[in-house]
């Protein structure tokens, strides 16, 4: 850690996705967009998926190509609130809501409302998940 940052008590690590932060760095995260970018990497894994860690991530994957209906919305929250309780300490999820997307046919928005535990602060995060192939 360099002498002229203070550390962060939110972390910091390889920014998400991976890139090159100048000819010998890897792009850094830290504070509250660490913690986006942990949720992101939750709602993004697969169950299974990791292979030392088969329990962790998010079971939205398998509701790829299903209809979207009121109980597909019931399970999308549900497996993302429970996935954030188990893989993100940093946060207390207030609310997690599913709805379609009427511009985008086949998808839903996942708007994650959090608190940083540390901080107080609160945040949130709109994560489109498409069911179905998108066509232009």
């Known amino acids: 850690m360099s002498a002229t940052r203070p550390p962060s008590f939110l972390g910091r690590g390889w920014a998400f996705p991976v890139a090159a932060a100048g000819s010998a760095d ?3 995260a830290q504070d509250a967009e660490d913690v ?3 949720i992101l990497i ?6 299974g998926e990791r292979v030392m860690r088969p ?5 939205l994957q398998r509701l790829v190509f299903q209809p979207i209906s009121a109980a597909l919305k019931t399970l ?3 497996e993302v609130e429970e996935a954030l309780i188990a893989w993100e300490p940093r946060i207390d999820v207030k609310t997690v809501t599913v709805t379609e997307d009427a511009r985008a046919r086949g998808t839903l928005l996942i708007d994650i409302r959090y608190v940083v ?3 107080n602060t609160f945040y949130n995060l709109v994560y489109p998940f498409f069911l179905a192939e998108q066509r232009p």
């Open 26 to 28: 890897v792009a850094m």
């Open 36 to 38: 986006r970018q942990a």
């Open 42 to 47: 939750v709602l993004r894994t697969a169950k």
């Open 55 to 59: 329990d962790f991530g998010c079971g």
């Open 76 to 78: 999308a929250r549900k």
């Open 117 to 119: 535990r540390s901080t």
